[in-house]
């Protein structure tokens, strides 16, 4: 089984529904991020949590928010989605403790909106 | 603030032949990490390497390498005789102070191998 799973894979709505993405991990870490990518823009970050009771806003966080329901939970929520939206969005997993502290990321999201 | 460079944005070689990608990063900092990750077409990324700003050895892995160069703020990845499952997506990252936080992502270095 994969150690970060991303739920759903590939969505399609509409402008001005409220959709949720959400993201599982069976690594134990306690750090997780929500990433999305556009074309030839690289991967930005929207927000980021370093435990249950931390949440922090990234690059981009505006039109999103997120909840950590737990250490192994971290879903990202788009309120009202707009076109502008559409994009493939990851999640990330990372361990303070590891020496080598680094992210590693689920199978991505791929988001429509229409 | 941070940023990395990657000023490739695709580039085709002949199977077997090696290919290098550039990436230049920028950052304030004395203490960083530097990362490369491989996205095949099937979307998802893989971790291929960290290297931390203390560290300027050389890593070699197989059919790929790594130069770090502090002194030009370069992190270059070499792949050695190419191969058709190279083909995919290498993002060079850096992330300053404790590690892995805050990943500042380049736009990307599409890698096409020709059989």
């Known amino acids: 089984d994969a150690d970060v799973t991303q739920t759903p894979r590939n969505r399609i709505t509409k402008t001005g529904k409220r959709i949720m993405l959400e993201c599982s991990q069976t690594?134990?870490?306690?750090?997780m991020y929500w990433y999305r990518q556009d074309p030839g823009l690289g991967l930005r970050l929207i927000y980021y949590s370093f435990d249950v009771k931390d949440i922090n806003k990234g690059e981009i966080s505006d039109g999103y928010s997120v909840s950590r329901q737990a250490q192994a939970k971290f879903s990202l929520s788009l309120e009202s989605a707009i076109p502008n939206q559409t994009a493939l969005y990851f999640c990330a997993t990372s361990d303070l403790s590891q020496a080598k502290e680094t992210q590693y990321f689920g199978p991505g999201t791929r988001l429509l909106v229409l | 603030a941070q940023k990395v460079t990657q000023a490739q944005t695709e580039i085709s070689v002949v199977e077997k032949e090696d290919v290098t990608l550039d990436c230049v990063y920028e950052?304030?900092?004395?203490?960083?990490?530097l990362f490369w990750y491989k996205q095949p077409p099937s979307g998802e990324l893989v971790f291929l390497i960290r290297r931390n700003s203390f560290d300027e050895q050389n890593e070699i892995s197989g059919r790929y390498s790594w130069n770090f160069q502090k002194s030009t703020s370069s992190f270059n990845f070499t792949i050695t005789a190419s191969q058709v499952v190279d083909s995919a997506v290498y993002f060079c990252?850096?992330?300053?102070?404790?590690?892995?936080?805050?990943?500042?992502f380049g736009t990307g270095t599409r890698l096409t191998i020709i059989p």
């Open positions: 690594k134990g870490h306690d750090r």
């Open positions: 990252a850096l992330s300053e102070g404790g590690g892995g936080e805050k990943l500042t």
């Open positions: 950052t304030r900092d004395t203490t960083y990490y």
